[in-house]
C-alpha cells in the first residue's frame, strides 16, 4: 500500500510508474475524491471545536445549537466514511512500484533472461508427458478427481502420491537444515484482513475461495498461498530489530479459482484449483531487501540443482510481475513433453509495500519502521512433480529416482 502523502507529493511521476504497471491512474479522479475527503473531515472537525466550545457555556439557548450541531455532524460522518472507501479503492488498488533495475515492459515478452542451468537430456525414445507417464497405471488419476471435485483437480495414488509426500519433505528438510528457516505449520482459513495485508484482496477477490460461516462477522478465506499466513505473522507487531530477519518455510495445499485462467492448461497437473508448494518467506530490514531476494532465488534453485532437473531464471518485466512486487525472479523448469521451460517457483521482494497494508513495522534507530517482506516458492509440488517424473522418464514409462529422493521413498530406485 502506498502512503497517501507521497501520493499527494509525486502524482505525476507515480502515474508514470504505475503505467509501467499496465495500470491507468486517474490522477483527476484521485484528486477530487481526495480532496472531497479532506473537505468532509475539515468541517467536521470544525463543528467538532464549535460545539466543545458550545459545551462550556452554561446558557440555555447553546443547547439547541448544540443539538443541531451533533446532527450535522453526525451528516458529514456518514458523507465522509462513503468518500473514504471511494478514496481507498483506488489507493487499495494501485500495485507496488517497481525496482529501478526490473526491465519495463507489458507483459513475459520483455521479461530478462538471466541464466540457464543444467543440461537438457536427449531422449532415444519418444518422451511421455506426465499425463501419459501416470495414466499406465492409473497413479494420476484424473478421473477419480472429476467425479469427486470437478476438472482442475487430481487424485495420486499408490508410489505417485509417496513421491508427493518425498518431494515435501526433501525441500523441508533442505530448507530448514541447509538455508535456517524456520518451519511453520500454519491455518488454511484466513480472515478478511489478512487476505488484505498481502495484496491477494481487494484487487484478486475473483480468484479466491471464499469460506461461508453462520454467525460470522468477518469474511473467511482459504489460503491462495501459505505466503498469505507466513507474513501477516508479523502483521500489527513492532519487532526488536536484533529478532531480523525472520525466515520462515511452509508445505501446504494452495486453492485459486484461476479465474483469469480460462482456457489455459486446462489438461494435467500445470493448472489446478488445489495443489501444494512449500513457501519461503522472509521479514527483514527493508535496506536489505534486494539482498535477501538474491539468498531466497539460491534457496529454491538448490532444489532443482539437487534433483538434477534443468532450469533458467527470468527477471520478471514491470507489466508481468505481481501486484505487491518490487522486484521478481521467475524460476522455470525444463518440461522435456513441451519442449520449453514452465515456471517452478516465483521469488519477489515486496519492499515495505506489505508491511504498511499490514502495519507490521521494527524498532529503528530512528523510530519505528515498516519491515520488508519477500516470498519465493521453494517450489511448487505439482510442477516440480512433473518437471521429475519427465526428465527421468524411461523407454518402458518407468521413472529413475534421483539418489536424493531415495531415503524418502523407502530407497526405490524407480516407479
Not at 456518514?78 to 483506488?90: C, R, V
Not at 508427493?164 to 482459513?189: G, K, Q, W
Not at 462477522?217 to 530477519?245: A, C
Not at 521429475?388 to 530406485?413: A, C, F, W
Amino acid at each position: 500500500m502506498h502512503d497517501l502523502k507521497e501520493l499527494r507529493k509525486n502524482l505525476d511521476n507515480l502515474k508514470k510508474k504505475f503505467e509501467e504497471r499496465n495500470i491507468d491512474f486517474d490522477v483527476n479522479d484521485f484528486n477530487k475524491k481526495d480532496s472531497l475527503n479532506r473537505d468532509l473531515i475539515s468541517k467536521k472537525e470544525k463543528l467538532e471545536q464549535e460545539k466543545k466550545l458550545l459545551s462550556k457555556s452554561k446558557e440555555k439557548s447553546n443547547f439547541e445549537k448544540s443539538k443541531k450541531i451533533s446532527i450535522e455532524i453526525s451528516d458529514l460522518i456518514k458523507k465522509q466514511i462513503k468518500s473514504q472507501i471511494e478514496l481507498d479503492q483506488i489507493i487499495f488498488n494501485l500495485p507496488n512500484l517497481h525496482h529501478a533495475d526490473v526491465p519495463i515492459g507489458k507483459d513475459e515478452k520483455s521479461n530478462q533472461l538471466i541464466k540457464k542451468e543444467g543440461e537438457i537430456k536427449k531422449f532415444s525414445f519418444k518422451v511421455k508427458s506426465h499425463i501419459e507417464l501416470g495414466s499406465k497405471n492409473g497413479n494420476i488419476d484424473f478421473e477419480s478427481s472429476i467425479k469427486l471435485s470437478g476438472s482442475r483437480f487430481v487424485v495420486l495414488k499408490d508410489n505417485y502420491a509417496m513421491l508427493e509426500r518425498a518431494l515435501i519433505n526433501f525441500m523441508l528438510d533442505t530448507h530448514v537444515s541447509n538455508f535456517h528457516y524456520t518451519e511453520i505449520s500454519p491455518p488454511l482459513i484466513v480472515n478478511e484482513d489478512v487476505m488484505f495485508g498481502t495484496g491477494q484482496l481487494p484487487k484478486f477477490e475473483a480468484d479466491q475461495f471464499e469460506i461461508k460461516f453462520d454467525n460470522s462477522d468477518q469474511r473467511k478465506f482459504l489460503i491462495p498461498t501459505s505466503e498469505v499466513v507466513l507474513t501477516n505473522l508479523v502483521r500489527k507487531s513492532i519487532i526488536e530489530k536484533n529478532s531480523l530477519p525472520q525466515r520462515f518455510v511452509a508445505s501446504t495445499p494452495c486453492f485459486r479459482k484461476e479465474a483469469g485462467s480460462y482456457g489455459k492448461d486446462t489438461k494435467g497437473m500445470i493448472r489446478q484449483h488445489q495443489f501444494y508448494k512449500v513457501e519461503l518467506v522472509s521479514i527483514i530490514e527493508p535496506n536489505k531487501c534486494l539482498e535477501e531476494l538474491e539468498r531466497m532465488l539460491s534457496c529454491a534453485e538448490s532444489i532443482l540443482k539437487k534433483l538434477e532437473i534443468p532450469y533458467q531464471v527470468v527477471l520478471l518485466s514491470s507489466g508481468d510481475m505481481g501486484f505487491s512486487a518490487e522486484k521478481t525472479y521467475d524460476i522455470e523448469a525444463w518440461i522435456p513433453s513441451e519442449n520449453k521451460y514452465r515456471e517452478i517457483s516465483s521469488c519477489s521482494s515486496c519492499g515495505s509495500f506489505q508491511a504498511r497494508r499490514m502495519g507490521a513495522k521494527y524498532k529503528s534507530e530512528n523510530g519505528n519502521k515498516f519491515v520488508g517482506t519477500l516470498n519465493g516458492s521453494g517450489l511448487a509440488v505439482g510442477r516440480l512433480m512433473i518437471a521429475l517424473l519427465e526428465n527421468n522418464q524411461n523407454k518402458d514409462g518407468s521413472i529413475n529416482i534421483p539418489n536424493v529422493l531415495k531415503k524418502y521413498m523407502n530407497n526405490l530406485e524407480k516407479i
